[in-house]
């Protein structure tokens, strides 16, 4: 299981939205786990990629259609895909349609997780046809998560560590 902070992401086709260390630290906690094979796919930029420690297959898809011919050649169990706005710029309808249902498909077959740190219009399309979708925000105090799948609605807030000291008392 991918743990992000508090929860465990399982197979399906989840969509993840947080900040780049969370992200780091799921896709890299799970490659420490060992296991199963693992492919991180990016597009033409990537906020996580050169940060990223373990074994896992890295691969790049600079349009829609080599993000499909990655993902339709894809053997690993476990696949992480990095959101990149630029791909979709002059992607079809259509297309975009094959993608998501290819996404889908994906996901009854092993773990798949989209995740990008920045929402925009077409990740919050994708995000609204997951299994589950996990949004990280960033507050002073902590990470608030708010988790939505199959069971429903799941919000809690996870503090960050802190050290006490007496003045606290």
Known sequence: MIRVLSLEIEA???????PPEICIDAISGWCRSGGFSTLFVSGNSSKVAGRLR?????RRGFTIHQLIEILLDAHE??????????IFEDCSFATLENFILLLRQLGRERTLVYFSAK???????????????????????????ADTGISGIRQ?????KTQLTLEVF
């Open 12 to 18: 399906g086709f989840n969509v993840l939205h947080a």
């Open 54 to 58: 373990g074994r896992l297959n890295v």
């Open 77 to 86: 169990e476990v696949i992480f895909i990095e959101h990149d706005a630029a």
């Open 119 to 145: 929402r925009d219009r077409i990740f919050d399309f994708i995000a609204g046809l997951a299994d589950r979708y996990i949004c990280v925000e960033r507050e002073i105090n902590g990470y608030y998560i």
């Open 156 to 160: 809690q807030f996870f503090p960050m």
